[in-house]
């Protein structure tokens, strides 16, 4: 069925840096989405993205919505300690509310 | 209150006990969905409701037994659960006539079988 891989699996980065994540597929999908998962609660949505080539920001967030619509990458600029989180990527391939998958996530830890 | 609430928080039970989860959520949406979070897995979608009839369930062991008494409550009963069945249940709901890719997501409950 379908997959999504994110990489890094988890990265330890000092505060200030700039941190880069993505996420590929072999199956090309509409929609892009990206959570946010802090320790001990649900994920909160940061950026969706619904064209290829798209690119958005939200505060020092950016995400792009790769061409060739399998692939999708997160980054985050001048990072803070409550960037510490489960970074998880989404995608859809239909335009159903009940197809949305997930990845795995990236662990991200910020060393103050 | 506002956004999805989800209770209790965290749940240890026996293998033989009957114990229920509770999702509300507070904002206006028409479908729920019940997802399971299992360590260095992909969330997984268990069961979806829209308008209160189930419309997804995505080969759920009938142990987990979901109910929807309106657009608003949604409930996962649990019966004779494993110790694989340990994992954080969330619960999240969506617009599905408006973004329904956006799925708001409650705390979750952290469950436990021993």
């Known amino acids: 069925g379908q997959q999504l891989n994110q990489s890094p699996q988890s990265m330890f980065i000092q505060e200030g840096e700039d941190v880069s994540m993505n996420c590929t597929s072999s199956?090309?999908?509409?929609?892009w989405l990206w959570y946010k998962q802090d320790p001990g609660e649900g994920p909160v949505l940061l950026i969706a993205?619904?064209?290829?080539?798209e690119l958005t920001s939200n505060g020092r967030l950016t995400a792009q919505f790769g061409i060739t619509r399998k692939d999708s990458f997160l980054n985050i600029s001048a990072s803070i300690p409550s960037d510490v989180g489960i970074y998880f990527c989404?995608?859809?391939?239909?335009?159903?509310?009940?197809?949305?998958?997930f990845g795995p996530g990236t662990s991200l830890s910020v060393i103050p | 209150e506002t956004g999805v609430t989800q209770t209790p928080r965290h749940l240890v039970m026996g293998m033989t006990n009957k114990k229920s989860l509770k999702c509300e959520q507070h904002?206006?949406?028409?479908?729920m969905y019940w997802y399971k979070q299992s360590a260095k897995k992909p969330l997984e979608l268990m069961f979806v409701?829209?308008?209160?009839?189930?419309?997804e369930n995505n080969s759920v062991p009938s142990r987990f037994s979901p109910e929807c008494p309106n657009s608003s409550h949604l409930f996962l009963h649990l019966h004779t659960l494993q110790p694989e069945d340990s994992a954080l249940y969330l619960c999240?709901?969506?617009?599905?006539?408006?973004?329904?890719?956006?799925?708001?997501f409650g705390s979750g409950t952290q469950l436990s079988v021993l």
């Open positions: 999240a709901s969506s617009q599905p006539d408006r973004d329904g890719e956006k799925l708001f």
């Open positions: 199956s090309i999908f509409n929609t």
């Open positions: 993205l619904y064209k290829a080539g």
């Open positions: 989404a995608g859809q391939t239909e335009t159903s509310y009940d197809k949305v998958i």
């Open positions: 904002l206006g949406h028409n479908a």
């Open positions: 409701y829209s308008l209160e009839e189930r419309v």
